[in-house]
């Protein structure tokens, strides 16, 4: 029984904390522009089939993983430049669209240059399971885990204690006041992306030894780190990554206890259930509309 | 004003009638009823998202419920096909009843979150529940039949989808003139001073998200009748961004708008074939290029230019 449990417990809290991730990355570029970024999943995607083209081009795991993620950084960039900033200011629907379409062009020139098949990356540290009270987990979760509370960590020190990160939620408080008070918000826009686009990757990379990784894996990740951010409150960093997790783990115990046919279901419900009850997500702020 | 309203539909019909003279094969007509059955949808879709201002990103998933509704009833329990596509068309009325009080308590993302979340159950649902479904193969649908008179082959659905689009022309563009279309419109323009003007802000906007999805689920009994079969992809995600393409492209609170995005995306995808394997990048970037440079949708934009208003 326990045993079970925890084996569920370890795979949701696994794919948990990718989507964690990529609720991370939804959740900045939302701050800094109320855009939600629907090709955050290809970033995703992206750098689970870079670390796989890098590494079988010969490039050692270092440097292979390094690119993985700096690429899709700079294809996170690219969109903002040529995509997000000539309609600032759009309707919603029309942001929706020009992020789909982006999607649309990342996952299709990827599906062209390497083709349709499924990739897996070798595990990083082997692949002997531990044994926790009868269950087995796998030494790359221990990774995913580990890099992902890195992660946090490091995006906490960087929002609250430097000036840059400081500069970045100004700008997601009040976009004009910021700019009187002399912040790039293009700047904070660019690097929002990049920073997006660098974390759906690392995630993407971290998960690819467990999950295998192909050209059109990134909408359900993408949509599910979606759910994360909205469970978590749309804006609230620690939210979303509570919501990544809360959404792995209940969908891994639901595909365990009910029925795997329908594990993909479980994130969609989980999030109409508690946007009935709770219009804002389970740690959103309170908002009243100005008229 | 009122002139120019209908000028358009004459147009339309005027097209409708003349067109059967240069559809050269199967495959052209075959062409122009998808492109029919998508405008009607849209036309739908189009009453949501552009007047009412109510964005979804599931409405495939309505599609499905009548696509199946059609699929399932008329095989494994013999109903006639128009009692299925009515049971379809109520159940799927029924459903959005049912979560559009909850649903439209929300705005802008976490409304386009909880119509995919929708979009994405129901689709899971019917790729799940093989024994009635066929699951992921899909399944056959028998031919439609009115009455005792069969609709097959594509004249045949041409002209019955000629008839249907130009009646549903002309319904929407009443509609919108309506008491009940101002209603709408004015919730567009601003919730609360429609609501301080006496509208029922909350029974409009289920009013209209039940009969989009009417609509939807009703062309998806047609679509499923039409080609004989149906598949989870009727319902799936990507179907619902489609559609929610075709409106904003067309232009988004355009009655004749919806119809000019229906016929360009249905025909979009048959022009890229030439293009092997480019068809989803080339897609992504057209859909790119207009919205950052026709954000208001080709005819509005285009009436603009005339200096017209629409």
Same mark, same amino acid.
């Given at each position: 029984?326990?045993?079970? !449990?925890?084996? !569920?417990?370890?795979?949701?809290?696994?794919?948990?904390?990718?989507?964690?991730?990529?609720?991370?990355?939804?959740?900045?570029?939302?701050?800094?522009?109320?855009?939600?970024?629907?090709?955050?999943?290809?970033?995703?995607?992206?750098?689970?089939?870079?670390?796989?083209? !890098?590494?079988?081009?010969?490039?050692?795991?270092?440097?292979?993983?390094?690119?993985?993620?700096?690429?899709?950084?700079?294809?996170?960039?690219?969109?903002?430049?040529?995509?997000?900033?000539?309609?600032?200011?759009?309707?919603?629907?029309?942001?929706?669209?020009?992020?789909?379409?982006?999607?649309?062009?990342?996952? /299709?020139?990827?599906?062209?240059?390497? /083709?349709?098949?499924?990739?897996? &990356?070798?595990?990083?540290?082997?692949?002997?399971?531990?044994?926790?009270?009868?269950?087995?987990?796998?030494?790359?979760?221990?990774?995913?885990?580990?890099?992902?509370?890195?992660?946090?960590?490091?995006?906490?020190?960087?929002?609250?204690?430097? &000036?840059? /990160?400081?500069?970045?939620?100004?700008?997601?408080?009040?976009?004009?006041?910021?700019?009187?008070?002399?912040?790039?918000?293009?700047?904070?826009?660019?690097?929002?992306?990049?920073?997006?686009?660098?974390?759906?990757?690392?995630?993407?990379? &971290?998960?690819?030894?467990?999950?295998?990784?192909?050209?059109?894996?990134?909408?359900?990740?993408?949509?599910?780190?979606?759910?994360?951010?909205?469970?978590?409150?749309?804006?609230?960093?620690?939210?979303?990554?509570?919501?990544?997790?809360?959404?792995?783990?209940?969908?891994?115990?639901?595909?365990?206890?009910?029925?795997?046919?329908?594990?993909?279901?479980?994130?969609?419900?989980?999030? &109409?259930?508690?946007?009935?009850?709770?219009?804002?997500?389970?740690?959103?702020?309170?908002?009243?509309?100005?008229? | 004003?009122?002139?120019?309203?209908?000028?358009?539909?004459?147009?339309?019909?005027?097209?409708?009638?003349?067109?059967?003279?240069?559809?050269?094969?199967?495959?052209?007509?075959?062409?122009?009823?998808?492109?029919?059955?998508?405008?009607?949808?849209?036309?739908?879709?189009?009453?949501?998202?552009?007047?009412?201002?109510?964005?979804?990103?599931?409405?495939?998933?309505?599609?499905?419920?009548?696509?199946?509704?059609?699929?399932?009833?008329?095989?494994?329990?013999?109903?006639?096909?128009?009692?299925?596509?009515?049971?379809?068309?109520?159940?799927?009325?029924?459903?959005?009843?049912?979560?559009?009080?909850?649903?439209?308590?929300?705005?802008?993302?976490?409304?386009?979150?909880?119509?995919?979340?929708?979009?994405?159950?129901?689709?899971?649902?019917?790729?799940?529940?093989?024994?009635?479904?066929?699951?992921?193969?899909?399944?056959?649908?028998?031919?439609?039949?009115?009455?005792?008179?069969?609709?097959?082959?594509?004249?045949?659905?041409?002209?019955?989808?000629?008839?249907?689009? @130009?009646? @549903?022309?002309?319904?929407?563009?009443?509609?919108?003139?309506?008491?009940?279309?101002?209603?709408?419109?004015?919730?567009?323009?601003?919730?609360?001073?429609?609501?301080?003007?006496?509208?029922?802000?909350?029974?409009?906007?289920?009013?209209?998200?039940?009969?989009?999805?009417?609509?939807?689920?009703?062309?998806?009994?047609?679509?499923?009748?039409?080609?004989?079969?149906?598949?989870?992809?009727?319902?799936?995600?990507?179907?619902?961004?489609?559609?929610?393409?075709?409106?904003?492209?067309?232009?988004?609170?355009?009655?004749?708008?919806?119809?000019?995005?229906?016929?360009?995306?249905?025909?979009?995808?048959?022009?890229?074939?030439?293009?092997?394997?480019?068809?989803?990048?080339?897609?992504?970037?057209?859909?790119?290029?207009?919205?950052?440079?026709?954000?208001?949708?080709?005819?509005?934009?285009?009436?603009?230019?005339?200096?017209? @208003?629409?």
């Amino acid at each position: 029984m326990l045993a079970q !449990f925890l084996q !569920f417990l370890f795979s949701g809290v696994t794919v948990g904390a990718t989507y964690a991730l990529a609720a991370l990355g939804f959740t900045l570029i939302y701050n800094a522009s109320n855009v939600i970024n629907f090709a955050q999943g290809e970033f995703i995607m992206l750098g689970g089939m870079l670390a796989v083209f !890098f590494s079988q081009m010969g490039l050692p795991m270092p440097v292979a993983l390094t690119l993985a993620i700096l690429v899709p950084a700079v294809v996170g960039v690219v969109v903002e430049k040529l995509a997000i900033e000539p309609v600032k200011g759009a309707e919603t629907v029309t942001l929706i669209i020009i992020t789909i379409g982006a999607s649309l062009v990342i996952r /299709g020139l990827i599906q062209v240059w390497l /083709g349709k098949g499924t990739f897996s &990356l070798p595990a990083f540290s082997g692949n002997e399971p531990i044994e926790v009270l009868g269950a087995t987990l796998q030494p790359q979760s221990l990774w995913v885990l580990g890099v992902t509370a890195l992660v946090v960590v490091g995006l906490w020190y960087f929002f609250n204690r430097t &000036l840059y /990160g400081k500069a970045m939620l100004a700008t997601s408080y009040n976009r004009l006041a910021s700019e009187l008070v002399g912040i790039n918000t293009n700047w904070v826009l660019f690097i929002s992306f990049a920073m997006s686009a660098a974390l759906g990757a690392l995630g993407g990379i &971290l998960v690819t030894p467990i999950t295998l990784t192909s050209y059109d894996v990134g909408i359900m990740l993408g949509l599910k780190g979606f759910v994360a951010a909205v469970v978590g409150g749309l804006g609230n960093g620690l939210g979303a990554v509570l919501g990544g997790l809360l959404v792995g783990v209940v969908e891994a115990m639901a595909a365990g206890y009910i029925s795997s046919a329908y594990k993909d279901a479980v994130p969609f419900v989980l999030i &109409l259930l508690i946007l009935f009850f709770m219009p804002r997500g389970l740690f959103g702020a309170k908002v009243t509309d100005r008229v | 004003m009122r002139k120019s309203r209908y000028f358009g539909l004459a147009v339309i019909v005027a097209v409708l009638l003349v067109l059967p003279l240069f559809l050269q094969n199967g495959f052209h007509y075959d062409l122009v009823i998808r492109m029919a059955i998508n405008a009607v949808i849209v036309l739908g879709l189009n009453l949501l998202i552009g007047f009412a201002g109510q964005i979804s990103l599931g409405h495939a998933g309505f599609i499905g419920i009548g696509a199946y509704a059609s699929a399932i009833l008329t095989s494994h329990f013999n109903w006639p096909p128009l009692a299925a596509m009515a049971a379809g068309a109520a159940a799927a009325g029924l459903l959005a009843a049912l979560v559009a009080r909850p649903i439209f308590k929300l705005k802008g993302h976490y409304l386009a979150m909880a119509t995919l979340g929708l979009g994405f159950i129901l689709a899971i649902a019917m790729k799940n529940e093989a024994a009635y479904t066929g699951g992921p193969d899909g399944m056959p649908v028998v031919p439609m039949s009115l009455a005792g008179w069969e609709i097959a082959g594509e004249k045949a659905w041409y002209w019955v989808m000629a008839l249907v689009l @130009s009646i @549903s022309v002309w319904a929407s563009l009443n509609l919108i003139d309506s008491p009940f279309g101002r209603a709408l419109r004015a919730l567009h323009g601003s919730e609360v001073a429609s609501q301080v003007v006496g509208v029922d802000v909350v029974r409009y906007k289920v009013a209209i998200f039940v009969m989009s999805a009417v609509f939807a689920s009703i062309m998806g009994s047609v679509t499923a009748h039409y080609v004989g079969f149906v598949t989870p992809n009727v319902a799936d995600f990507f179907h619902s961004i489609e559609l929610v393409t075709m409106v904003v492209i067309g232009g988004m609170a355009s009655v004749y708008g919806s119809v000019v995005g229906a016929v360009l995306l249905t025909a979009l995808p048959q022009a890229l074939a030439t293009f092997e394997g480019w068809e989803t990048v080339a897609f992504g970037a057209i859909l790119m290029l207009c919205m950052i440079f026709l954000p208001k949708g080709l005819v509005p934009t285009l009436a603009a230019k005339l200096g017209r @208003s629409e």
